[in-house]
């Protein structure tokens, strides 16, 4: 559990337009509706934790008598008993006095979630072990394993009889609890934590915690989950279909927001344009090529922390180089040489590649999630394209996206390249020796 900084609200910081969201959501968990367990979705980097603490805030402001709890699942899986990380969460907003009584009441079913885990896990790892010795160990192993495993057996029938009576006693006490002052569990983190225990979340909450007034928010990214749910039971399960028999309700964090209530704007675009602010070195190199590193944020679609990452890698080149992208050096120069820190930054093996004269034109289009590129548009092409374009123009291999610029077509890009580049280009120059010069001082050469 952690306190949550009572700074990190909508009305302090909201740039990316979603206050809006988070009263829905409010409205939501208010309601007669029952959407519990919710899921918040998005990809690593997308600002989730950020969007759920301003989250908590405001629930904590406009309605009081809710009780909000956050739980960071990453920090807490290595207990190996979600039970036990959900009732301590509970319990913490409960006053001094009324705690023993929960405590009490929880004992029980407490213990039978912890004998269930340890004795289940004892026999996985046995059985894991095993299949890592020589042949004529694992059939000894195994039966030992087998043995110990059996031995619990009536322990844990004994145990079960009572396990629904428990669970039920429970149910009951935090059903009086929440019926004075309803609660909201925020579980964060799960799409980092072990399978075992992320999945183990999920069921407990539907077994044990299913209780009236007692909502779950998970805040994950649900792809992920639902890799945890193929880890557990195979790729056979339909982890889909298996994950939406425990959610209620989910929904995506958005990446865009709109500006002014009309035009979209990509949050990591705007990101940029922040984090820019705290560095004088990377302004100067936004101000000579910010279109073009708008173009591979969006293009790319980087994350919120991706943005950050890029940054830092610019910052670290304009440190060490002496081919400084806010040099007076050709323009088209400037782009080749960011082209290979962004490389560097997010497809190290391929910049690696490119560097030594290993184009694969294929592989640096699923790179930038470029599939298409009109050669006949009388558009003026973006930098990005004109950049694309060249890499293809000295690509020799044959590519299963894009055919070779007719002659008319090649002349006309040609042309485009060689103003980006104010040379002779074709006779001079060689685009992968630029982008190497980027590389190569990224690699401390």
Known sequence: MINLDSDITFKNRDEYKRKNIAEKIIKLITSDIDTSPMIIDGSWGTGKTEFCYKLINLLKENNTDYKTVYIDAFNEDHTDSPILTVLAAIVTLLPEAERPALIKKALPALRFGLKTALKA??????????????????????????????????????????????????????????????????????????????????????????????????ITNTQQL??????????????????DKFIRFSFTLPDYYKKNGFENVFTSTHHWNSVILGSSELQ??????????????????????????????????????????????FFGHKLFWLMGIYLYCFEKELALNISTNKIDIDVLADALKIKTINLDSEKSPTHLQIVFYALLAENNGDSKYFSKPTPEQKKIWD????????SSYGDTENLCEIIAQSVDELQLK
């Open 121 to 218: 896990g004892a026999g996985w790892v046995l059985r894991q072990n095993a299949d890592d010795l020589a042949g004529e160990f694992q059939e000894a192993i195994k039966e030992t394993s087998n043995a110990a495993i059996d031995g619990t057996v009536e322990t844990l029938l004994e145990d079960h009889i009572d396990s629904e009576k428990n669970i039920k006693t429970l149910k009951i006490a935090l059903k009086e609890i929440s019926d004075k002052n309803p609660m909201v569990i925020f579980i964060d983190e799960l799409d980092r934590c072990k399978p075992s225990f992320a999945i183990s979340i999920l069921e407990n909450i539907k077994h044990v915690f299913d209780v009236d007034n007692v909502h779950f928010v998970l």
């Open 226 to 243: 639902q890799a945890s749910i193929n880890h557990i039971y195979g790729q056979s399960v339909d982890a889909k279909r298996y994950l």
């Open 284 to 329: 100067i190199v936004n101000n000579e090529v910010g279109n073009f590193i708008n173009s591979l944020i969006e293009t790319k679609r980087l994350s919120l922390r991706e943005v950050e990452t890029f940054a830092r890698y610019v910052e670290i080149y304009q440190r060490i180089s002496d081919n400084k992208i806010s040099s007076g050096i």
């Open 415 to 422: 042309g485009r390249v060689i103003k980006l580049l104010r």
